[in-house]
């Protein structure tokens, strides 16, 4: 059975730096559509970064364009996100998915993947 397993989250002083990891198991997601959502208390989980298509291209929200990078290390089945310069609006928990439709021509873009983590907590304190 496929799974998907976040680490890395924690607390952090805003202007910091955290980098969360998505370690797979039970089959590989090479190829696959990938990518980080995030739910903060009281709103909708929403779409953070995703690596998406043949060629792996990358698609990053507004309130994280310029901050977080998305990558994937196809050796070890590992998603990283690197997230920096944080701010206390991107306290939320952080999930890892995999697999799935990624609708780029969408507005705005939507990801609907088949495959979840459990959630690893970011606090940004300010």
């Known amino acids: 059975q496929r799974q998907l397993v976040e680490s890395g989250g924690g607390s952090v002083q805003a202007g910091g730096s955290l980098r969360l990891a998505c370690r797979t198991s039970?089959?590989?997601?090479?190829?696959?559509?990938m990518g980080w959502f995030r739910q903060a208390p009281g709103k909708e989980r929403e779409l953070v970064a995703a690596?998406?298509?043949?060629?792996?291209?990358?698609y990053y929200s507004p309130p994280v364009r310029g901050r977080f990078a998305i990558s994937r290390d196809n050796v070890n089945d590992t998603l990283y996100i690197q997230m920096n310069e944080l701010r206390p609006e991107d306290t939320a928990v952080y999930y890892c998915?995999?697999?799935?439709?990624?609708?780029?021509?969408?507005?705005?873009?939507?990801?609907?993947?088949?495959?979840w983590g459990q959630g690893t907590q970011v606090t940004v304190s300010s």
């Open positions: 039970g089959g590989s997601f090479r190829g696959n559509n």
């Open positions: 998915a995999a697999g799935g439709q990624y609708f780029n021509m969408d507005r705005p873009v939507r990801y609907e993947p088949n495959y």
């Open positions: 690596l998406y298509g043949i060629k792996g291209e990358t």
